[in-house]
């Protein structure tokens, strides 16, 4: 689902980029994110920022994909080495081989895609076995509360961690670490 013109323009904002440095990465890396000489898959790569912190671990591989063309033009011009940005929707990830990946990481994107159940499941089927997802994500009734205060619009289905949690044992992960706060979850789930 793409994003409202004020939420891309707020996810695209400098505030943003400082909460992603210093919060949610981070927050990936202590529940164990590594990156070095892997295959990455990051969804919902947006204006490439996520690509720019991962690439510091010098990743073997890495590809961005997101359903927004304006997002992909603007990681593009990020010119970063090795990275590829690619048009794709989540929930069909055919241009990426099955078992290709060492590591897929999402950054607060599932929210926004009504199907994130499929979205979870073709992670799982990129992904090698004993390979890594990553996710961060805000609770339902939070991403509810933003769009009342911003008028932001989401899918009518809302995605509860829960769920979320669910749909990664259904899918073949095990949930290593989690971590819960402020009406987010963050998670480290390897593909069994």
Not at 13 to 35: A, D, K, T, W
Not at 58 to 81: H, T
Not at 106 to 130: G, M, Q, S, T, Y
Not at 138 to 164: C, K, M, N, T, Y
Request: hydrophobic share 45%; net charge neutral; aromatic share 10%.
């Amino acid at each position: 689902m793409k994003m409202s013109i004020d939420e891309f323009n707020a996810m695209s904002s400098p505030f943003r980029r400082l909460i992603q440095r210093f919060v949610e990465y981070p927050n990936l890396v202590r529940m164990g994110l590594r990156v070095q000489d892997t295959d990455v898959l990051e969804i919902g790569c947006g204006s490439g920022y996520g690509a720019k912190l991962l690439s510091q671990q010098r990743p073997r591989s890495y590809l961005g994909v997101d359903v927004m063309p304006e997002q992909i033009a603007l990681a593009q011009k990020l010119n970063l080495p090795g990275a590829q940005f690619s048009l794709a929707d989540a929930t069909d990830l055919s241009q990426v081989a099955d078992a290709s990946k060492d590591v897929v990481v999402i950054f607060n994107v599932l929210h926004h895609i009504p199907d994130w159940r499929k979205a979870v499941a073709e992670c799982a089927r990129v992904l090698r076995p004993a390979s890594w997802l990553f996710i961060e994500e805000p609770d339902g009734p939070s991403v509810q509360a933003w769009d009342r205060i911003f008028h932001w619009v989401h899918p009518d289905e809302i995605l509860l961690l829960r769920d979320l949690e669910a749909a990664l044992s259904l899918n073949g992960f095990s949930i290593q670490r989690k971590m819960r706060a402020f009406g987010y979850g963050v998670f480290a789930a390897q593909r069994i």
